[in-house]
């Protein structure tokens, strides 16, 4: 049982390079969600999705895109990196039935990146 | 902006000693609660999940949650050293549709 795949796990970009970090889930899940963890701190949402199609901002997503063309599948696209995007990348996914909450989130192993 | 606190740490207990975790959040509305661990250059792994007021055992956890209070608690009992790792709280809020993470307090137990 895979749960959350992310790739790469590492990376060392260029300023101004681009690329694309993988993120896929086998669990069915509805809701997918990519996160940035820097050094000490605690996770911030750059982008979530609800469902294949439908994607919205989270709270730091300059610099940042996403699509979701597949229930499995949420990759976060760099365009333009730049040195502040060095950080360590999680990808989450959740199922959500309704409101009102619910179950808590699955993550994957993370990907590292440095913009040099 | 809803917000979730938690005391930072680092939280130093014995071995053998309960472990306290404390966090408390800003959005009323907030219906499902959990708790992470998080290793040192490892992915947040579920520990608890806590839905309705009072207590949840699990093992050697309990998660407390008290929706008034607006105050969600992680106690660990019998800390082994094994258990130093940093402590993540994530709040359910958007009637579910997000979560919000604490900053995470960071334990430490001492054999």
């Known amino acids: 049982n895979a749960g959350v795949t992310q790739t790469p796990k590492f990376r060392i970009l260029k300023i101004g390079q681009s690329m694309t970090l993988q993120c896929a889930q086998d669990?069915?899940?509805?809701?997918m969600y990519w996160y940035r963890q820097d050094p000490g701190m605690g996770l911030k949402l750059i982008y979530y999705?609800?469902?294949?199609?439908?994607?919205d901002k989270g709270e730091v997503p300059n610099g940042y895109n996403v699509s979701r063309s597949t229930t499995e599948d949420f990759p976060l696209r760099l365009e333009l990196a730049a040195p502040s995007q060095t950080s360590v990348y999680f990808c989450?996914?959740?199922?959500?039935?309704?409101?009102?909450?619910?179950?808590?989130?699955?993550f994957g192993d993370g990907t590292r990146l440095s913009i040099l | 902006q809803k917000e979730v606190e938690q005391n930072s740490g680092p939280l130093s207990v014995p071995e053998g000693a309960i472990a306290s975790l404390n966090c408390t959040y800003s959005?009323?509305?907030?219906?499902?609660f959990f708790w992470y661990r998080q290793y040192s250059g490892k992915s947040p792994e579920l520990i608890m999940s806590?839905?309705?007021?009072g207590d949840k055992e699990d093992g050697r956890f309990t998660a407390q949650l008290n929706k008034a209070s607006q105050y969600v608690s992680l106690l660990i009992r019998d800390s082994q050293p094994s258990d130093s790792a940093t402590y993540l709280c994530?709040?359910?809020?958007?009637?579910?549709?997000?979560?919000?993470f604490g900053p995470g307090t960071r334990l430490s137990v001492l054999p």
């Open positions: 999705s609800v469902g294949a199609g439908i994607t």
């Open positions: 994530a709040v359910n809020i958007n009637y579910g549709q997000n979560f919000v």
């Open positions: 989450a996914s959740s199922y959500i039935k309704g409101q009102g909450g619910g179950q808590p989130q699955h």
């Open positions: 959005d009323r509305g907030s219906q499902s």
């Open positions: 669990m069915n899940h509805n809701y």
């Open positions: 806590i839905y309705s007021n």
